[in-house]
């Protein structure tokens, strides 16, 4: 335990970029495996009930990784939970109790874990599952090696109104072209050759 100073408010540590005033869903990478494909089988991704926990990770030379950005941060955090944080204390060391169990439930594989950002405990946590290696963003390419996705609450909102927006835009750009046989000519075969498929479009094509 630290000395119980006046604790910095949630509001600063939002301020500061300590904190993060939104939710994010910890939701599973879906794959069909090799014997089970049904995602309705109890044995799809996890077994029903198994768990998973992480802990903060270590760098080539066994020493945990720093999760914070700096001392100030760490600081902030420290005074927040009147613990220490600093993750080379040889002894008592929080790091080596704190982590996130993952349970393989419904909520986990249709809504997702939230963690909220503004809450310094669920903050930590999200900074140990991002350094797990085993979790990425939601945009990012997935390997064989990762499990979970980290994922803002309006990141579906958000990617359907994306969606919607490129839609328009590719509506408009036929109205300009479809009436002309010389523009949709020139588009089809750049578009053919972006696929590998380096032919001329003949100009008597319909």
Same mark, same amino acid.
């Given at each position: 335990?630290?000395? /119980?100073?006046?604790?910095?408010?949630?509001?600063?540590?939002?301020?500061?970029?300590?904190?993060?005033?939104?939710?994010?869903?910890?939701?599973?990478?879906? %794959?069909?495996?090799?014997?089970?494909?049904?995602?309705? @089988?109890?044995?799809?991704?996890?077994?029903?009930?198994?768990?998973?926990?992480?802990?903060? !990770?270590?760098? &080539?030379?066994?020493? +945990?990784?720093?999760?914070?950005?700096?001392?100030?941060?760490?600081?902030?955090?420290?005074?927040?939970?009147?613990?220490? +944080?600093?993750?080379?204390?040889? &002894?008592?060391?929080?790091? @080596?109790?704190?982590?996130?169990?993952?349970?393989? /439930?419904? !909520?986990?594989?249709? %809504?997702?874990?939230?963690?909220?950002?503004?809450?310094?405990?669920?903050? +930590?946590?999200?900074?140990?599952?991002? +350094?797990?290696?085993?979790?990425?963003?939601?945009?990012?390419?997935?390997?064989?090696? @990762?499990?979970?996705?980290?994922?803002?609450?309006?990141?579906?909102?958000?990617?359907?109104?994306?969606?919607?927006?490129?839609?328009?835009?590719?509506?408009?750009?036929?109205?300009?072209?479809?009436?002309?046989?010389?523009?949709?000519?020139?588009?089809?075969?750049?578009?053919?050759?972006?696929?590998?498929?380096?032919?001329?479009?003949?100009?008597?094509?319909?």
């Amino acid at each position: 335990m630290i000395e /119980d100073k006046q604790r910095p408010t949630i509001e600063e540590g939002i301020k500061l970029g300590f904190l993060e005033d939104k939710t994010v869903f910890l939701k599973p990478i879906f %794959r069909d495996g090799k014997m089970i494909k049904d995602k309705n @089988h109890q044995g799809y991704f996890m077994w029903e009930g198994a768990s998973k926990t992480y802990v903060l !990770n270590t760098n &080539a030379y066994g020493e +945990l990784i720093d999760p914070f950005k700096n001392e100030q941060e760490r600081k902030f955090f420290e005074s927040m939970l009147s613990l220490d +944080l600093n993750p080379r204390l040889r &002894a008592d060391n929080f790091w @080596h109790k704190f982590g996130v169990r993952i349970i393989k /439930d419904v !909520n986990l594989m249709e %809504r997702g874990i939230p963690f909220k950002l503004n809450n310094p405990e669920d903050n +930590l946590r999200v900074r140990i599952l991002k +350094l797990s290696g085993e979790v990425i963003g939601p945009e990012d390419d997935a390997t064989l090696h @990762h499990k979970f996705r980290l994922i803002d609450e309006d990141y579906t909102e958000k990617q359907a109104s994306k969606d919607t927006d490129q839609l328009e835009v590719i509506w408009t750009f036929f109205g300009e072209i479809k009436d002309s046989d010389e523009k949709m000519n020139d588009f089809l075969s750049i578009y053919l050759a972006t696929k590998g498929l380096a032919k001329i479009v003949p100009k008597d094509s319909s």
